[in-house]
C-alpha cells in the first residue's frame, strides 16, 4: 500500500503526459491538412482574401478558420504573424512568390492588420502591381500557426505551451 502511495503521482503524471502528446501530435497533423487544404484553395483562389474577423467560408481565411475550429481544441484566428516572438496565439500568413526566378523570389504578402491592408508587393521595383505577382504559374504560401498549451495538470513539466506552425506551398 505504502508502494501505491509513492508511485501514484508519478503514474498519473506518466498516463497525462502521454495523452497530452498524443493531442499535441493531434493537433500537429490537424494543422498541416488544415494548411494544405488553404494553400490548395489560395492556388486556385489567389485573392480570395479577408480582413475581417469573421471571413466568409469563399476567402482563404474562412477556408482555415472553418477547418480549425472543428479539428480540435485550437482555433485560428484571422491575425497577422507579429515579429519574434509571437504576441498573439494564432497566426495565418499569405506569401507569393515569383517562380521564374532561381530560387523563388518573395514578391508579395497579404497583411490583415498592415501597413497596408490587404496586398503589398515587397519588391515594388520588379513587381510594381499585384497583377505582376499573383499570376498563374507562381507560387502562394500559407503559413498558419497557434499556441499549444499543455493539458496535464502538472508543474512537474518545464515546458507548458509551444507554438505550432505549418506552412504549404501551392502553385497558381
Not at 5 to 20: N, Q, R, Y
Not at 80 to 100: E, L, N, R, T
Not at 101 to 127: E, I, K, L, R
Amino acid at each position: 500500500m505504502v508502494e501505491f502511495v509513492l508511485l501514484a503521482p508519478v503514474l498519473v503524471l506518466m498516463v497525462t503526459s502521454v495523452a497530452d502528446l498524443a493531442w499535441f501530435f493531434q493537433d500537429q497533423i490537424a494543422l498541416a491538412a488544415i494548411t494544405r487544404s488553404a494553400a490548395r484553395y489560395a492556388s486556385v483562389n489567389p485573392t480570395a482574401w479577408s480582413t475581417a474577423s469573421s471571413p466568409n467560408a469563399n476567402t482563404i481565411e474562412g477556408v482555415i478558420m472553418a477547418e480549425s475550429n472543428g479539428s480540435g481544441p485550437f482555433s485560428v484566428t484571422n491575425q497577422d504573424m507579429p515579429g519574434s516572438p509571437p504576441a498573439q496565439s494564432s497566426w495565418i500568413v499569405i506569401k507569393y512568390f515569383d517562380s521564374s526566378t532561381s530560387p523563388p523570389t518573395q514578391c508579395g504578402h497579404y497583411a490583415v492588420t498592415g501597413p497596408p491592408v490587404g496586398f503589398a508587393n515587397d519588391n515594388s521595383g520588379t513587381y510594381p502591381t499585384q497583377a505582376s505577382c499573383v499570376k498563374p504559374g507562381n507560387i502562394v504560401e500559407v503559413d498558419v500557426g497557434f499556441e499549444y498549451h499543455v493539458q496535464a495538470p502538472s508543474n512537474a513539466i518545464p515546458i507548458q505551451q509551444a507554438l505550432i506552425g505549418h506552412d504549404s506551398e501551392f502553385i497558381q
